[in-house]
C-alpha cells in the first residue's frame, strides 16, 4: 500500500501494531481476533504482520523501544488508549493486563493524571455490560425504518411488536456511527456495549432473557471481534485513510471520520440482525448460517449508511459521552 501521504513513519506505525501486539498477547485473543488484527496492520502499510507476530511472540520487540519511537505526545497517547481498548474490550482487566498497562504508561513518558483518567473511563465503559441491560431510553434515534428496511428476516418467527425491533436496531446502527464522529477517543470504546445491549434487547424482545455471557457467544459465533473491532476504530481515527479499504468499496467516496462512522454503523446494523434472525428462529441456526446473516447484512447495512448519515452526524452531535456511559452502566 502506497503510505507516502501518511504522516506516520513505517517506523512509528510498526511501534502502534507492535504495542497492540503486546496487548493483545497479554489479553490472550482468539486465533481469530489475532488474524483480524493482522489484517488492520497489514492495511496501516509499512508493516511485515508475520514478521512483527513473531517477534512479540518470541520477545523480540522490547516495549521500551517500541515506546520511544512514538514522539509526540498526541501519538503517544493514542498508543496507549488503543493498548487499554485491547485490553478492556472483553472484559475488566485483568492483573497481567493491569501490569502491563502500567509499564505501558511509564515506558510512554504519560503523567500519571491522564492515565487513570483513561483508565477510569475505559474500565467504566468495560464494566456496562455487566451492570444491566436496562434500555438505553434517552439515547436513542428517532429513526424510523422504511418498509424495506423494516422487512422481518426470511425465516424467522417473528413475534408482535417486531417492527419496533427493525427500529431498535437501526436506532442503535445510528447511535454507534455517531460515537465514531465524537472528538473523544474513548467513545470508540462505547461502541460495544451498545451493541451488546442491542443483542440482550432483541433476544428480550423475541422472550429470551440473556446475560452477558450468551450475548458475547453470539457475538464470536457470528464471527464479532470484540477486541479487533475496538483496535480497528481507533486505528481508523489515528490512521485515517491508510484503513479506508477495511470499510470496503463505498469507503473510497468517504472521508476519514465517515469510514469509521460507515463501518461502525454497518457492523452494528448487522449484529441486531444476526440476533434477529438467531432468536427468531429459536437459537437453532449453525454457525455457517449465522456468519452468513453476517455478511449478507454487513453488505446491507453498507448501502444503508447514504440514507441515514445525516441522522448518524444528528446524534453525534447530541450525544453526551458521560451520559451514555451512565446509561450504559444501568
Known amino acids: 500500500m502506497d503510505t507516502t501521504d501518511s504522516p506516520f513513519s ?3 506505525r510498526r511501534a502502534v501494531a507492535a504495542i497492540s501486539l503486546m496487548a493483545a498477547q497479554t489479553d490472550g485473543l482468539r486465533d481469530e481476533e489475532r488474524t483480524r488484527l493482522g489484517e488492520l496492520f497489514e492495511a496501516l502499510g509499512g508493516v511485515d504482520t508475520a514478521r512483527l ?12 523501544e517500541a515506546a520511544r519511537t512514538l514522539t509526540t505526545p498526541g501519538l503517544r497517547s493514542y498508543a496507549y488508549e488503543m493498548a487499554v481498548g485491547v485490553c478492556d474490550a472483553d472484559g475488566h482487566t485483568t492483573a497481567a493486563e493491569r501490569a502491563f498497562l502500567d ?5 510512554l513518558g504519560l503523567a500519571k493524571a491522564e492515565v487513570d483518567a483513561v483508565r477510569e473511563e475505559a474500565e467504566a465503559l468495560a464494566d456496562a455490560p455487566y451492570a444491566g441491560y436496562g434500555p438505553l431510553a434517552s439515547v436513542g434515534a428517532t429513526a424510523r425504518p422504511d418498509a424495506s428496511d423494516a422487512a422481518p428476516n426470511a425465516g424467522a418467527a417473528v413475534p408482535p411488536g417486531a417492527p ?42 423475541h422472550g429470551y432473557a440473556l446475560d452477558q455471557g450468551s450475548v458475547r457467544e453470539l457475538l464470536a459465533i457470528a ?24 470499510a470496503g468499496k463505498t469507503a473510497g467516496k468517504l472521508g476519514k471520520t465517515a469510514t469509521s462512522a460507515l463501518t461502525t454503523f454497518a457492523t452494528t446494523y448487522a449484529i441486531g440482525k444476526v440476533a434477529d434472525t438467531y432468536y427468531g428462529a429459536g437459537r437453532k441456526l449453525d454457525r ?12 446491507r447495512g453498507k448501502a444503508l ?20 456511559t451512565r446509561q450504559l452502566r444501568g
Do not use: W
Not at 54 to 59: I, Y
Not at 230 to 245: D, M, Q, T
Open 10 to 12: 513505517d517506523q512509528e
Open 53 to 64: 507476530y513473531q517477534d512479540v511472540l518470541l520477545g523480540r520487540v522490547e516495549l521500551g
Open 103 to 107: 509499564r505501558l504508561g511509564g515506558e
Open 164 to 205: 419496533d425491533l427493525d427500529r431498535t436496531i437501526l436506532n442503535r446502527a445510528i447511535l454507534a456511527g455517531g460515537l465514531e464522529l465524537l472528538p473523544q477517543s474513548l467513545a470508540t470504546m462505547a461502541i460495544v456495549p451498545v451493541q451488546m445491549k442491542l443483542v440482550h434487547e432483541i433476544g428480550r424482545g
Open 223 to 246: 464471527g464479532v471481534g470484540l477486541t479487533s473491532q475496538v483496535l480497528e476504530g481507533y486505528a481508523r481515527k489515528l490512521f485515517g485513510g491508510a484503513v479506508r479499504k477495511l
Open 288 to 299: 455457517d448460517q449465522l456468519r452468513t446473516v453476517f455478511a449478507r447484512e454487513l453488505d
Open 305 to 324: 449508511f447514504d440514507r441515514y448519515q445525516g441522522q448518524v452526524r444528528d446524534r453525534a452531535s447530541t450525544t453526551n459521552l458521560s451520559e451514555l
